[in-house]
């Protein structure tokens, strides 16, 4: 099986391309004008839907046609899409009954995208159709590359509670539990919920209060598997056409969403794709953006992914989208590049003049091509060309961070100690201590062998079951090292509360029990007994075998253990019970780092390494002022050789091809 688009020659490089919205007349300079810029890979056909299909089975593939084979002409690949992401206004006007409906029992209308609901038989039957004849059109055309099945699933419809989902929903249950095992997994004795039948389940829809948090994880667990058996469906009717050609679909593994259990979706698809795009206010963008790449190629089990979609400049959907800075685009591609990355797309290739993403950015913009954007788009594309030898290297690490997106889904939840908690920020934290002292990590799953790290970040893993939480303790016990994080080990897969003292789970291997949480107020903070202090979190913690590293000064636990460390077989675990600023958190990790006999070196400059048969080293400036580090090769983009001492300047990127 193909895991890769086939014939690509070298570094992947494009954009979604979306002709449709264009002239025939403008699709040649189009062309022309990709290959000026160095681009080879182009999605194609995400949003025809409605161009494709104009009624029920009957198909126009005249204009696509000719749009593939002047991609063909011009020596770019297409990455070609099922067109399924946004039904068309006959098929919802004909099937209403297809589109989704909000918890508060609103349906949706047609009118923008992803107007279906995941469990509509009629949805499915019409998307299946519809890749269908595209796999049977297209399966002989030179220019696929590959196949994109729908895009960006679940990004606007995360969960529909329609008649037909509560169906679906009620036979997901009975597949997986008993009515005792149900409502002893769901607590149901709680406020008289307890179910005598399957037909009484429904939806978590909107009640009068709080609702049942067993019922709403499982009902995330249910929505999750609904939306996959979509993608699956179709993935599955082109592998029958088109064995040979690779399939994937985007994922949205970042900071704006956390809805579906990506490391489910990784196993389906024959290559991992990602969307990517930073939160434009934010001082540490960049630092998200490494994040996310690190778990993205986490998903990929250390394989080369595809970044399918970022932005050359500003996006259209924050509350202030914010141009990027002078080679702050390059900068952005070469980090992906460095983190395991084999290629990375924009939306979009030419900037549309009409629709809601008017004024997201592309490589052509409004303007035209006498711009920064178009130049920059220009010169990374002639860099990538330089960058054969990357293609296929790998990228080691020692540190793991585990990260469980279902844990994410109940701490969203209502009615915990604090509602101010975000999982995803949470880990982000500890990420940022680790990139800080420049220490290159994997993104694990729960469940996975740890024995390959020196040290393990456990952060937040609050619903965990017993086989994962013995995985943690074994490898502790083996001579592992972990630090683990408030809110880990608290409850069961169910959300149902570990008795005995928290952190649950994790009480034995840490050596340390929790009586009582202690969430401090809005913009209260704590001192620590190093100097740090504590927002958001604090708990009653007692050490049992574990010794004290850090303890509260003052607030409403003054004496009483803050960060905590423990010899457990053959190995440490520490235990962090507070939420830290960030130089008592760099302080922790860098213990932690240490003590595991991983190296901390702190840099002013973003330097990671691929390596294949040579070693490459990505060294990333995303400061104003030059630096130097120790480092011996050639710049592969510069050409320049380097022998001891290699200056990075100020904004800038360098990929050299280090001298073993």
């Known amino acids: 099986?193909?895991?890769?688009?086939?014939?690509?020659?070298?570094?992947?490089?494009?954009?979604?391309?979306?002709?449709?919205?264009?002239?025939?007349?403008?699709?040649?300079?189009?062309?022309?004008?990709?290959?000026?810029?160095?681009?080879?890979?182009?999605?194609?056909?995400?949003?025809?839907?409605?161009?494709?299909?104009?009624?029920?089975?009957?198909?126009?593939?005249?204009?696509?046609?000719?749009?593939?084979?002047?991609?063909?002409?011009?020596?770019?690949?297409?990455?070609?899409?099922?067109?399924?992401?946004?039904?068309?206004?006959?098929?919802?006007?004909?099937?209403?009954?297809?589109?989704?409906?909000?918890?508060?029992?609103?349906?949706?209308?047609?009118?923008?995208?992803?107007?279906?609901?995941?469990?509509?038989?009629?949805?499915?039957?019409?998307?299946?159709?519809?890749?269908?004849?595209?796999?049977?059109?297209?399966?002989?055309?030179?220019?696929?590359?590959?196949?994109?099945?729908?895009?960006?699933?679940?990004?606007?419809?995360?969960?529909?509670?329609?008649?037909?989902?509560?169906?679906?929903?009620?036979?997901?249950?009975?597949?997986?539990?008993?009515?005792?095992?149900?409502?002893?997994?769901?607590?149901?004795?709680?406020?008289?919920?307890?179910?005598?039948?399957?037909?009484?389940?429904?939806?978590?829809?909107?009640?009068?209060?709080?609702?049942?948090?067993?019922?709403?994880?499982?009902?995330?667990?249910?929505?999750?598997?609904?939306?996959?058996?979509?993608?699956?469906?179709?993935?599955?009717?082109?592998?029958?056409?088109?064995?040979?050609?690779?399939?994937?679909?985007?994922?949205?593994?970042?900071?704006?969403?956390?809805?579906?259990?990506?490391?489910k979706w990784a196993r389906e698809v024959d290559f991992v794709s990602n969307d990517h795009y930073t939160e434009a206010q934010s001082p540490d963008r960049h630092v998200e953006l490494a994040m996310s790449a690190d778990l993205v190629r986490g998903l990929a089990g250390g394989k080369p992914w595809l970044l399918m979609e970022n932005s050359t400049s500003a996006v259209n959907w924050q509350r202030r989208n914010i141009a990027k800075l002078p080679g702050e685009m390059r900068r952005h591609s070469f980090q992906n590049i460095a983190r395991g990355a084999d290629g990375t797309l924009f939306f979009q290739w030419r900037q549309s003049r009409g629709g809601s993403e008017r004024y997201h950015s592309a490589m052509v913009p409004h303007a035209g091509t006498e711009t920064k954007v178009y130049r920059e788009v220009c010169e990374v594309g002639a860099e990538y060309g330089r960058l054969t030898e990357v293609v296929g290297s790998t990228v080691d690490a020692s540190v793991a961070v585990l990260y469980d997106f279902q844990s994410g889904w109940a701490l969203r939840q209502d009615a915990h100690p604090t509602n101010d908690f975000d999982h995803y920020r949470h880990v982000l934290g500890y990420y940022k201590a680790l990139w800080q002292a420049g220490v290159t990590v994997d993104f694990v799953a729960p469940g996975t062998n740890l024995s390959a790290y020196s040290l393990v970040v456990v952060p937040a893993f609050y619903a965990v079951s017993d086989a994962h939480a013995a995985v943690v303790a074994d490898y502790v016990a083996g001579g592992g090292h972990v630090l683990v994080t408030y809110l880990s080990g608290v409850a069961d897969q169910h959300t149902r509360v570990r008795l005995g003292g928290y952190p649950g789970a994790f009480r034995d291997v840490l050596g340390v029990w929790s009586e009582e949480f202690h969430p401090l107020r809005e913009d209260e903070t704590v001192t620590l007994t190093d100097g740090s202090t504590a927002s958001l979190w604090t708990e009653h913690l007692h050490t049992r075998t574990a010794d004290t590293v850090v303890s509260y000064e003052d607030g409403p636990l003054p004496g009483v253990p803050a960060v905590t460390r423990n010899a457990f077989g053959g190995g440490v675990a520490w235990y962090v019970a507070c939420d830290l600023d960030e130089g008592g958190l760099s302080r922790t990790v860098e213990n932690a780092l240490s003590g595991a006999g991983v190296a901390v070196s702190r840099s002013p400059i973003e330097l990671v390494r691929r390596k294949g048969d040579v070693s490459f080293l990505f060294a990333v400036n995303h400061t104003g002022t030059d630096a130097q580090i120790e480092a011996s090769g050639v710049d592969v983009l510069s050409g320049t050789q380097v022998s001891g001492r290699l200056t990075v300047r100020a904004g800038d990127v360098v990929v050299l091809r280090e001298e073993v």
């Open 1 to 263: 099986m193909t895991t890769w688009p086939t014939h690509l020659p070298g570094l992947a490089w494009g954009a979604d391309y979306n002709p449709e919205q264009w002239p025939e007349h403008v699709w040649s300079e189009d062309v022309e004008l990709m290959r000026r810029a160095g681009v080879n890979l182009v999605s194609v056909g995400i949003f025809s839907w409605a161009k494709i299909e104009v009624s029920k089975g009957e198909y126009r593939f005249g204009w696509l046609d000719r749009v593939m084979d002047l991609l063909h002409a011009g020596g770019i690949r297409v990455d070609l899409a099922t067109a399924t992401a946004a039904p068309p206004p006959w098929l919802t006007t004909e099937h209403p009954e297809m589109l989704p409906v909000r918890a508060d029992g609103v349906r949706l209308s047609h009118g923008s995208r992803q107007a279906y609901c995941p469990s509509s038989p009629i949805y499915r039957d019409r998307a299946t159709a519809l890749a269908a004849e595209m796999a049977s059109h297209y399966r002989d055309h030179p220019a696929l590359a590959a196949w994109h099945v729908g895009n960006e699933y679940a990004c606007h419809v995360k969960r529909c509670y329609c008649d037909t989902c509560a169906a679906s929903f009620r036979e997901w249950l009975a597949s997986r539990y008993t009515l005792d095992q149900l409502n002893d997994a769901w607590s149901t004795a709680f406020w008289s919920q307890g179910y005598t039948d399957f037909a009484q389940v429904l939806p978590p829809r909107v009640t009068p209060t709080f609702q049942n948090p067993a019922h709403v994880l499982d009902y995330d667990r249910f929505s999750d598997d609904a939306i996959l058996e979509l993608y699956k469906a179709e993935r599955d009717v082109l592998r029958m056409v088109t064995p040979d050609v690779p399939i994937t679909t985007n994922f949205m593994a970042n900071w704006t969403f956390g809805d579906l259990d990506y490391w």
